[in-house]
């Protein structure tokens, strides 16, 4: 079973560089891929990303021009950072692992929120 | 992009009955793309199901999904206290590669 838990400042600033780390236990880093989620508050779920070990990330088209996620397997860590941000990237940030050759999520952090703020 | 419309927004329903929440996509979605999780306040979401109607680990079986093309279905057969939560159905496909159904809340009556 995958565990996953993110981490990283719960405030930014805006314009600013957001930055989050999501730490894998429990699994090789290689079986699966990995997406970054998040959820403003009481809204729905939106996919901003994924990273695996075998080939270049995939973001979001909407998201794409600001996402630069990147994986690295000597800390079993995978990681999302989204550049001038504004208050519309306060959000829960989900990690979330996908097993290779399926197209759902399996195991997910608990979430971290970061609030963008000056 | 292929957007997922989830029906109705709000179900307010009571402990034991039947119910059907459905989620129908824009354009034709495989049948092994489409999944279905639960989401607690405050917790993260949790796989249901997953190919449109397998149940993943642990899941009970009151639980069951159905569909295909471009309409989809996720019925609890008769409903506990603990199902009272927001469900959203998603799908793997064309750009943007994941999307997810906007959700619906089922809240106790």
């Known amino acids: 079973q995958v565990q996953l838990q993110e981490s990283g400042p719960g405030l930014v600033k805006p314009s600013e560089t957001l930055s989050l780390t999501c730490t894998v236990s429990?699994?090789?880093?290689?079986?699966?891929?990995w997406s970054w989620i998040r959820q403003p508050a009481g809204k729905g779920l939106e996919w901003i990303g994924r990273v695996y070990t075998s080939g270049s990330p995939m973001y979001s088209p909407s998201l794409k021009s600001r996402v630069t996620m990147s994986l690295d397997t000597s800390k079993d860590q995978f990681s999302l950072k989204l550049s001038s941000v504004t208050a519309a990237d306060t959000a829960v940030y989900y990690c979330a692992s996908r097993p290779r050759g399926q197209f759902y999520f399996d195991n997910w952090g608990r979430g971290t929120l970061v609030t963008v703020s000056s | 992009e292929i957007v997922l419309t989830q029906s109705p927004g709000t179900l307010s329903l009571s402990p034991g009955e039947r119910t059907t929440l459905s989620c129908r996509a824009s354009q034709s979605v495989s049948s092994s793309n489409l999944a279905w999780y639960q989401q607690k306040p405050g917790q993260a979401p949790r796989l249901l199901i997953y190919g449109a109607s397998s149940r993943a680990t642990g899941i009970p079986d009151r639980f069951s999904g159905s569909g295909s093309g471009t309409d989809f279905t996720l019925t609890i057969s008769r409903l506990e206290p603990e199902d009272f939560a927001v469900y959203y159905c998603q799908q793997y496909g064309s750009s943007p590669l994941i999307t997810f159904g906007q959700g619906t809340r089922l809240e106790i009556k």
């Open positions: 429990g699994d090789s880093i290689s079986s699966h891929y």
